[in-house]
């Protein structure tokens, strides 16, 4: 699915709420005011909400239904989607590891707030990339670590 869309450069304010929203949903940016999701009910549903945001902005909105034209270019748009998610995996699991030293006080709210974000950017991972799993793992390991000095 696609969401073509335009807002007037003045005031910014709702353009960047736009874009905070795409990139909480996990949308591919194709060109300036092209983002692209996976087509599915869930998607379809938020890029309406949106769309109707950027109408309420004064600016013009059009939601697509689209393929790509090559499995190639599927697989490329799959692969960017993947990197940007496992970017932020990567951030986690720093995290995780970083908080194996905290008092245990301080590691169970770490522990807390990582799995909140974990459940955040599994929401916007459609292609999952193999640093799912290992910020799922390295999270598990902070947990286990916290249980055997309780």
């Known amino acids: 699915m696609l969401l073509a869309y335009r807002l007037p450069r003045e005031p910014s304010t709702p353009r960047s709420a736009v874009w905070r929203k795409l990139r909480r949903l996990g949308a591919a940016q194709l060109l300036d005011g092209l983002a692209a999701l996976p087509s599915d009910a869930r998607n379809r549903e938020q890029l309406e909400w949106l769309a109707d945001e ?13 393929q790509l034209a090559s499995a190639a270019q599927e697989r490329e748009l799959a692969t960017r989607m993947a990197g940007a998610v496992a970017a932020e995996y990567r951030a986690l699991i720093a995290e995780a590891a ?26 916007r991972d459609y292609f999952p ?10 999270l598990d390991e902070l947990v286990t670590r916290l249980e055997a000095v309780a």
């Not at 970083?98 to 929401?123: D, F, K, M, W, Y």
Request: glycine fraction near 10%.
């Open 54 to 66: 950027v109408l309420e902005a004064g600016g013009e909105a059009t939601i697509w239904v689209g």
């Open 98 to 123: 970083s908080a194996r030293e905290q008092p245990p006080g301080q590691r169970r709210r770490t522990i807390g707030r990582l799995r909140r974000e974990l459940r955040r950017i599994r929401a």
């Open 129 to 138: 990339p193999s640093e799912r799993e290992q910020a799922q793992q390295a």
